[in-house]
T-cell receptor, first 114, second 115 residues
Framework: KAGVTQTPRYLIKTRGQQVTLSCSPISGHRSVSWYQQTPGQGLQFLFEYFSETQRNKGNFPGRFSGRQFSNSRSEMNVSTLELGDSALYLC?????????????FGSGTRLTVV | AQSVTQLGSHVSVSEGALVLLRCNYSSSVPPYLFWYVQYPNQGLQLLLKYTSAATLVKGINGFEAEFKKSETSFHLTKPSAHMSDAAEYFCAVSDPGSGNTPLVFGKGTRLSVIA
């Protein structure tokens, strides 16, 4: 059974550009969550999608957005990149929204903004 | 709001020694609790979870954790450390309800194992 797949693994962008990251959940998983991981702030929740609907949103500016498609694949977009957006972006999928199932994480996308 | 505190950002143990990583939570309702491990340049892997069944939970790679409501703790232990256990460990808490709140992670504890 394939795990959570995130593409690309590494990305270098320039300040002011925009970027789109992709996440394919485990087959059958309908919940997808995104986290930003930095050395200073740790793991911070970005948003969660379930059946194409955003269920929760973290405390990030509007430059961060996401969506989920009918096949449960998800994308997140960051517009007008800032140096502080450099981070590891992790996607996690779960069977349902009930937290008891736990999350399965992808390997992440390492975004560097220069 | 739920929160997790992991005591000690860095723990160092000798190979073969006991591993103890501390996690205390704050929650207004009996929570679900998780431990994840992260190896360099990888995502997080679920070690074990507590979802209101047995209070002593056994996970992968010989790890276990005990839920202690009176102490609001969920410490992670392993009787004998192995070099391959060196990694970052995260404790997380969630509301067991309808999933209207996200999984909240602690800051992490980096475990070093000395030969």
């Amino acid at each position: 059974k394939a795990g959570v797949t995130q593409t690309p693994r590494y990305l270098i962008k320039t300040r002011g550009q925009q970027v789109t990251l992709s996440c394919s959940p485990i087959s059958g998983h309908r919940s997808v969550s995104w986290y930003q991981q930095t050395p200073g702030q740790g793991l911070q929740f970005l948003f969660e999608y379930f059946s194409e609907t955003q269920r929760n949103k973290g405390n990030f500016p509007g430059r961060f957005s996401g969506r989920q498609f009918s096949n449960s694949r998800s994308e997140m977009n960051v517009s007008t990149l800032e140096l502080g957006d450099s981070a590891l972006y992790l996607c996690a999928s779960s069977l349902e929204v009930s937290r008891g199932y736990g999350y399965t994480f992808g390997s992440g996308t390492r975004l560097t903004v220069v | 709001a739920q929160s997790v505190t992991q005591l000690g950002s860095h723990v160092s143990v000798s190979e073969g020694a006991l591993v103890l990583l501390r996690c205390n939570y704050s929650s207004s309702v009996p929570p679900y609790l998780f431990w994840y491990v992260q190896y360099p340049n990888q995502g997080l892997q679920l070690l074990l979870k507590y979802t209101s069944a047995a209070t002593l939970v056994k996970g992968i790679n010989g790890f276990e954790a005990e839920f202690k409501k009176s102490e609001t703790s969920f410490h992670l232990t392993k009787p004998s450390a192995h070099m391959s256990d060196a990694a970052e460990y995260f404790c997380a808490v969630s509301d067991p309800g309808s999933g209207n709140t996200p999984l909240v992670f602690g800051k992490g504890t980096r475990l070093s194992v000395i030969a």
